[in-house]
């Protein structure tokens, strides 16, 4: 046993995701099991160089349903198999069958979610990580693991949330970093709007009444973007609405055609962008 626990420490000191990969706190990242994006509810974040998700969807998503909340300990244990874990609020220490490890952070409470270090519970059951440092995923793979389809995200996949990354960027790279949210806005907003496609792809590369972004032409749109697009690409999925209900978005000292002003209502501006509902 005490050798499995030194095994544990190892492996969490040395797989936390590396610490130059991240900007900020409470950065977003997308959490999948086995290729599914899981719905977290926009819980799942990077604090202090480790991932964290909200412990039910987490637990429940990799199969682990026997889940307790001690509100005097402070604590979570859960149950799968032969372990039995508690980690404890904000402590580096928990436990396993009752003997103490180390496991980083402990437990993080944020949106009234009670969140858990992924990593350390993903390999102490036995799942492989893979991490994308580009587009912030973490994929959670095991075989003969099989996700509830409640829990899996069926609002866009992760080819929709790549393509919103890329048009961020094209659209708004150099803008602050609330332009881009408000780009991924416009289009998350275009998506659940009647008057256009359903699906972020179909809204990017919409042709209903010509093509209706320049990044499109030009081909920025296959640009690599930069990781402040990727976050805010991640928020503006996760329904942040910086401008509203906009719809439409331009730069008045670049564009080739005004219609939109004549139109549309403005909303607001933000650096080089005026948005229109």
């Known amino acids: 046993m005490k050798r499995l626990l030194f095994v544990l420490i190892i492996f969490t000191l040395l797989f936390n995701f590396p610490a130059s990969a991240y900007v900020r706190y409470d950065a977003p990242y997308t959490?999948?099991?086995n290729s599914n994006i899981i719905k977290t509810e926009g819980n799942s974040i990077v604090y202090d160089t480790t991932a964290y998700a909200p412990v039910r969807f987490f637990l429940n998503a990799i199969g682990i349903y026997d889940i307790h909340w001690d509100d005097l300990h402070r604590s979570v244990t859960f149950t799968c198999e032969d372990k039995t874990v508690t980690l404890f609020?904000?402590?580096?220490?928990?436990?396993i069958n009752e003997e103490t490890v180390y496991i980083g952070g402990g437990v993080v409470l944020r949106n009234e979610r009670i969140l858990v270090p992924v990593r350390f519970i993903a390999e102490l059951f036995g799942f492989y990580i893979e991490w994308d440092p580009v587009y912030y995923n973490a994929n959670l793979i095991k075989e003969g693991?099989?996700?509830?389809?409640?829990?899996?995200?069926k609002a866009y996949t992760l080819e929709d949330l790549t393509w919103l990354y890329k048009i961020i960027e094209a659209?708004?790279?150099g803008e602050p970093f609330e332009g881009k949210l408000a780009v991924g806005s416009v289009i998350m907003n275009r998506v659940k709007h009647p008057s256009f496609p359903n699906t972020i792809k179909e809204v990017i590369f919409d042709t209903a009444y010509?093509?209706?972004f320049?990044?499109?032409?030009n081909n920025s749109i296959y640009n690599t973007p930069s990781l402040d697009s990727v976050i805010a690409g991640k928020l503006a999925a996760n329904?942040?609405?910086p401008v509203g209900d906009s719809l439409y978005f331009l730069n008045p000292k670049t564009a080739s055609s005004y219609w939109i002003l004549r139109t549309r209502v403005f909303y607001k501006s933000i650096n080089n962008h005026d948005f229109y509902r």
């Open 210 to 212: 010509g093509v209706q």
């Open 239 to 241: 329904g942040a609405r």
């Open 89 to 95: 609020e904000g402590n580096s220490l928990g436990l």
């Open 31 to 33: 959490l999948l099991v």
């Open 214 to 217: 320049q990044p499109i032409r």
């Open 145 to 153: 693991v099989t996700v509830n389809d409640s829990l899996i995200e």
């Open 171 to 173: 659209e708004s790279k």
